[in-house]
């Protein structure tokens, strides 16, 4: 079995397949083996760690919302963040998902100020309106979760980058763009061992 950290660039689609002629995907960034795939997705306008396997179980284990394997994701958002809204996005919000209301679970929040090279393309910046960076951790998955639980308590998110899954996070790639990673290591990171 193959095992993979990528840090997925900005305008990158989380699959093989191209959607349109001009889509950028995985085959652009690194040559891959054949069968391995992504864990989980990350959105086009989304960046950082990606787990790329061919090992079906492990795919299966972490996608399985009832083991609820923590993501930690750096998300820039437009506007001053207040204790109030830090303090509500941790209880766990109320978004929408395909017509339905769902509350979700409790999430771990922080402040932060990352050190991340600026975006292609940019974020765009307004003269008077500041914005904050958070550490968001959560157990769920759902799509599009962070963007939208941010939405809903008043702050649009402006760039988003998971940092970890588990305890596997982007300093793990030691400075490479992809990384190649034995079963061992991966399975202690993420806490899979008995």
């Known amino acids: 079995m193959r095992y993979f950290l990528l840090d997925k660039p900005y305008g990158v689609l989380s699959q093989f397949t191209r959607e349109v002629p ?43 919302p009832a083991h609820g394997h923590r993501r930690t994701y750096h998300v820039q958002v437009e506007g001053a963040v207040g204790e109030e809204t830090t303090a509500a996005l941790a209880a766990g919000v109320t978004i929408r998902l395909t017509g339905r209301e769902h509350r979700s679970r ?29 550490a968001l951790t959560l157990t769920e998955g759902k799509n599009r979760q962070v963007r939208r639980m941010c939405a809903a308590v008043g702050h649009p998110v402006l760039r988003l980058v998971r940092y970890a899954i588990g305890e596997v996070t982007l300093a793990d790639l030691e400075g490479q763009h992809v990384r190649e990673v034995g079963v061992n290591w991966l399975s202690q990171r993420l806490g899979l061992l008995k």
């Open 22 to 64: 001009t889509h950028r995907t995985l085959s652009d960034v690194y040559d891959f083996p054949p069968h391995v795939y992504p864990v989980g997705r990350l959105d086009r306008d989304s960046e950082g760690l990606l787990l790329l396997t061919d090992d079906t179980r492990l795919n299966h284990r972490l996608l399985q």
């Open 106 to 134: 409790p999430v771990v929040v922080e402040r932060i100020a990352p050190a991340y090279p600026p975006r292609v393309p940019p974020v765009r910046e307004r003269k008077y309106i500041p914005d904050t960076w958070l």
